[in-house]
């Protein structure tokens, strides 16, 4: 059964950084597509950042310049460093993960940042 754990959330004043990581585990394959994405109260579930396995990258525009997506394929794990946050990007961040693009899409239980004006 494929488990993605995130870590790395939490709370921070506007300006701060975090780092996010998730570890996925139990698939027979590898997962070509990692990302996250981000949901805050009474709002739809954003794309962040991906990333595919050969290292190629897609921000959201709202985080480019800021955010940084990375991935250790021998882990099968994902980073996202998260600098100059802003209050409104206060949201639960999800961990997703693909086999392949265009696939069934596999979700980590989301971890919580919290960013204070």
């Known amino acids: 059964q494929v488990q993605l754990v995130e870590s790395g959330g939490g709370s921070v004043q506007a300006g701060g950084s975090l780092r996010l990581s998730c570890a996925a585990s139990?698939?027979?394959?590898?997962?070509?597509?990692m990302g996250w994405y981000r949901q805050a109260p009474g709002k739809q579930r954003e794309l962040v950042a991906t990333?595919?396995?050969?290292?190629?990258?897609n921000y959201a525009d709202s985080v480019k310049g800021r955010f940084t997506i990375s991935r250790d394929n021998a882990e099968n794990t994902v980073y996202l460093q998260m600098n100059s946050l802003k209050p409104g990007e206060t949201a639960v961040y999800y961990c997703?993960?693909?086999?392949?693009?265009?696939?069934?899409?596999?979700w980590g239980q989301g971890t919580q940042v919290t960013v204070s004006s």
């Open positions: 139990g698939s027979t394959f590898s997962f070509n597509v």
């Open positions: 997703n993960a693909r086999i392949v693009v265009g696939g069934r899409h596999y």
């Open positions: 990333i595919i396995s050969g290292g190629s990258t």
